[in-house]
């Protein structure tokens, strides 16, 4: 018969209740999972008393052990039960009790875990999660840890998973941390870092114990370190990199021995283990000197997919790592870096560009030698690298002029001088220069034309050389005197308009300037492409800011109409007609000496050229608010 719940044992002590609730889970326990044949009209089933049961369908034998269940679960949940646990004082017979109680309830439900969906299974399992539910909540945490720590020591696999979910919610619940508790705990380390190669949720629970206590017994989690270093390498997970970062964090300088075995074991999967690299930049910085080479080499190899992890850890070596430390370790890293196919150079640059950004201006300063060198192997990219990237050439860019922004006109000029000094004599440096200057220009707009006087002699002489050479009538035989040249042209003439365009006070573009450089864009005209040789070339006049030198512009490249090839023709009104859109109102006294070169263009046998210079004269009526027709 069930009795009630108010009543049930109401009259016993714990060590009684606990020896009746033990015997009948024991006897649950036993019972066969079904019946077997039936002798005569009944099934008997015999206990271990010798007592002998009849059971006349396996409905029946069913309701039997759910009885059983159910009289075991208003044991344990009723008042007077959970009241005792509460006052429960250590007696390691009743500890073992409360233990082997726990661990056949799991165990039986363990056994009917390939039957879930049963009706039966289903309510037998609902009675016994009340049992370990009652029984486990009703126990001071400290005697809880250590019936755990019994189960843990068992050697059921899935008793030991689920014993590790109710140990891990019991400490994320657990606010009234006693140091009876802490020390339970720290006892029970060793047990549970020995179930690390089969159970994940190890590292979970390993993970909250150095959250909740590691601070307070650092020495003691040193051991929880050395085990996940040795793991790492053999069984990488989310929950062993998670509980690694975490006890890092908590031991701060205690970390230091161990960092050798743990780099050198991280590094074999950097963008897997990037987490706990970035855990070990974070938290010891200072001791972190003699890896940062290795660090920047391996995730450079990774870094081609800009995983987001590797490049939270570059930043992260940026802001951490004392300038002065960190430029040697980049300088050796980039020499590997920059000559192997499978590695990225933006591993380097993102770093760089926060290391930049994070360091104060007199600490840049005070590197400015050791920077130099460093951005010289940078741009050398391009000259050095097996499989070049404009986008990495790009970012090496971008990082440099996050550096000029950091440096006064007196600092950056030898920088400049240096790089431009360096670049002379090879193409691909030149290129890689002129890209930078390009870029530079168009970051600082007028600014940059304090350096402009530096950057002047080189940049006419690329231009000179980048004029065709071939005087065949065929103009697709034309080369530049520069191979493969037409990248250096393009950057160049960039640079140019760039600083053209921000000479708004005209002290730039001087007369002599304007005489040196009309000759050497005006020889370009002749190339296919004059995409960027237009806004250039239309733009010196506007710079230069004279009426004589206009007059001299426009009738110097006006003459070249009367040139015998359709596609130079073409060039020069695509270039007028930028001229004068850009000269607006102040074109109406070039008017006169326009006119006849416009009759004959109108009249050209090249319908691209008379096209072109219908939209000339459009342009001009727009501008003097005059018709062209009594003129032309």
């Excluded at 047990?191 to 629970?205: E, F, G, I, N």
């Excluded at 005006?522 to 960027?532: E, F, K, M, S, V």
């Amino acid at each position: 018969a069930v009795v009630s719940t108010q009543s049930t044992g109401a009259h016993f002590g714990l060590s009684d209740l606990l020896t009746t609730s033990v015997g009948l889970i024991n006897t649950l326990a036993k019972l066969p999972e079904k019946l077997k044949k039936a002798t005569g009209k009944t099934h008997k089933v015999g206990l271990d008393s010798g007592i002998e049961l009849n059971f006349n369908d396996a409905k029946h034998y069913n309701y039997f052990k759910l009885g059983m269940a159910t009289q075991l679960f208003l044991l344990t949940s009723n008042k007077h039960f959970t009241g005792l646990l509460k006052e429960f004082e250590k007696d390691k017979g009743n500890e073992a009790k409360l233990a082997e109680l726990i661990e056949l309830s799991l165990s039986i439900m363990i056994h009917y875990q390939d039957h879930e969906g049963d009706k039966f299974v289903d309510m037998l399992n609902k009675r016994l999660t009340g049992v370990t539910t009652s029984v486990t909540a009703g126990l001071p945490s400290s005697l809880f840890i250590s019936v755990i720590k019994a189960l843990l020591s068992t050697d059921t696999s899935l008793l030991h998973n689920k014993s590790l979910n109710m140990l891990l919610n019991r400490i994320k619940g657990e606010s009234g941390w006693t140091e009876e508790l802490e020390e339970t705990c720290i006892s029970l380390l060793g047990t549970v870092l020995k179930l690390a190669d089969k159970h994940k949720l190890t590292w979970r629970v390993l993970e909250l114990l150095v959250k909740k206590i590691g601070s307070k017994y650092p020495d003691d989690f040193t051991t929880v370190l050395a085990s996940g270093t040795t793991h790492l390498s053999l069984n990488s997970c989310p929950e062993l990199r998670s509980c690694i970062c975490a006890t890092l964090h908590v031991l701060g300088a205690r970390s230091v021995p161990h960092l050798p075995a743990l780099v050198k074991v991280a590094l074999d999967n950097v963008q897997e283990n990037s987490e706990v690299l970035f855990a070990t930049m974070a938290t010891v910085p200072q001791f972190m000197s003699a890896y940062i080479t290795d660090i920047l080499i391996a995730i450079s190899k990774e870094y081609h997919v800009r995983d987001e992890g590797l490049q939270k850890l570059s930043l992260e070596i940026g802001a951490a790592i004392k300038l002065r430390v960190l430029l040697p370790c980049v300088t050796s890293a980039i020499e590997t870096i920059i000559t192997s196919t499978d590695h990225d150079l933006r591993a380097v640059t993102d770093m760089l560009t926060k290391t930049i950004e994070t360091n104060v201006t007199h600490d840049i300063k005070s590197q400015v030698g050791t920077i130099t060198t460093i951005f010289v192997k940078l741009l050398s990219y391009r000259d050095t690298a097996t499989g070049f990237n404009d986008a990495i050439e790009d970012e090496v860019i971008e990082c440099f002029v996050g550096l000029v922004y950091k440096l006064t006109e007196k600092e950056f000029l030898p920088l400049l001088v240096t790089l431009l000094e360096w670049s002379e004599g090879s193409l691909d440096r030149s290129t890689a220069f002129y890209n930078l200057a390009a870029q530079l220009s168009q970051k600082l707009q007028g600014l940059f034309l304090l350096f402009g006087g530096s950057v002047y002699v080189s940049l006419v002489e690329v231009l000179q050389n980048c004029k065709p050479t071939d005087t065949s009538p065929e103009f697709g035989n034309k080369r530049p005197k520069l191979e493969l040249g037409s990248e250096l042209c393009k950057f160049a003439l960039q640079t140019l308009y760039n600083m053209l365009r921000y000479d708004t006070t005209h002290a730039f573009t001087t007369a002599d300037r304007f005489e040196t450089l009309l000759p050497a864009l005006l020889d370009l005209i002749t190339l296919p492409d004059i995409t960027h040789l237009t806004p250039a070339l239309a733009q010196l006049p506007v710079a230069a800011n004279s009426d004589r030198l206009w007059k001299q512009f426009n009738f110097q490249l006006l003459n070249l109409s009367k040139s015998p090839l359709p596609k130079v023709r073409e060039n020069v009104v695509t270039v007028y007609k930028e001229f004068v859109m850009k000269l607006g109102q102040d074109y109406s006294i070039l008017l006169p000496d326009t006119l006849p070169f416009l009759a004959e263009l109108l009249e050209d046998s090249d319908s691209n050229v008379e096209e072109k210079t219908h939209q000339i004269v459009k342009a001009i009526e727009d501008i003097t608010g005059e018709s062209m027709d009594q003129y032309l």
